[in-house]
């Protein structure tokens, strides 16, 4: 049984790797959680791999063994991060709508009632929240729904300052259902390079341990690594 950290240190290794096609160096997983040297995130690396859940390459680096790695995002859907990103723009309307639709389709597939999920922004007022799933899936392969969530979507612009990012996990609804054990998933319209997804990740989770240490770790989506599109398997025949 891994502990917590060792799970956030699985977590970040799978989604580098299924974002990118390479996990993480040894020294980006030293600096994501803050060790003080490298032999510490070695013996994490180390008791993930007697776990079987990472093994070393040719080339000395750790990844997931290929038989638990994801297809790519590209390949699924058969949709790049430019065409995701020409939903942008204007109000974030156009992209707002798309997710949600998305996210109550998924949801059907992983068998989660329809009842449960709510994208009425009366209901969310202060804007900190444009969809909410309130009922976790009993059998999601990919992780998405394993807890209730809150999601916020993006559409208008990329630059994002860390002041922004903490404005927006601290509103109202937001703080509410992360207090009650929501995740909390910060989705945008854009590409953005991995590392800069994880540094949001970061700011965003610093404010959710303060507000709820026991919810769920934050989420950060973007065009180009989008978890909730690259789950939408062919096989669901939903696109």
Same mark, same amino acid.
């Given at each position: 049984m891994l502990t917590q950290r060792q799970q956030e240190i699985f977590d970040? $290794?799978?989604?580098?790797?299924?974002?990118t096609g390479n996990p993480p160096s040894m020294r980006e997983i030293q600096s994501r959680f803050g060790f003080k040297s490298l032999n510490a995130?070695?013996?994490?690396?180390?008791?993930?791999?007697?776990?079987?859940?990472?093994?070393?390459?040719?080339?000395?680096?750790?990844?997931? &063994?290929?038989?638990? $790695?994801? &297809? &790519?995002?590209d390949s699924i859907l058969g949709l790049s991060a430019a065409e995701v990103e020409g939903l942008r723009g204007g109000d974030g309307g156009f992209f707002r709508e798309f997710m949600k639709d998305l996210i109550q389709t998924h949801a059907y597939a992983v068998n989660v009632p329809q009842i449960e999920i709510n994208?009425?922004?009366r209901n969310m007022r202060d804007g900190g929240c444009d969809t909410e799933v309130r009922s976790a899936a009993t059998d999601d392969p990919e992780k998405h729904f394993d807890a209730p969530s809150c999601w916020q979507f993006k559409g208008t612009d990329a630059k994002i300052s860390d002041a922004r990012l903490r404005a927006e996990i601290g509103k109202p609804f937001v703080q509410k259902r992360i207090r009650e054990g929501f995740r909390y998933v910060f989705c945008i319209a854009y590409g953005i390079p991995a590392e800069k997804v994880d540094a949001w990740e970061s700011v965003l989770d610093a404010e959710r341990l303060k507000i709820n240490p026991a919810a769920p770790r934050v989420r950060v989506s973007c065009a180009a690594i989008s978890p909730v599109l690259a789950s939408l398997r062919v096989q669901y025949r939903l696109i």
């Open positions: 970040f $290794i799978r989604d580098r790797q299924e974002a995130a070695f013996s994490h690396l180390q008791a993930l791999a007697r776990e079987g859940m990472v093994c070393q390459d040719g080339k000395g680096s750790w990844g997931l &063994p290929k038989d638990m $790695i994801s &297809p &790519p995002y994208s009425d922004s």
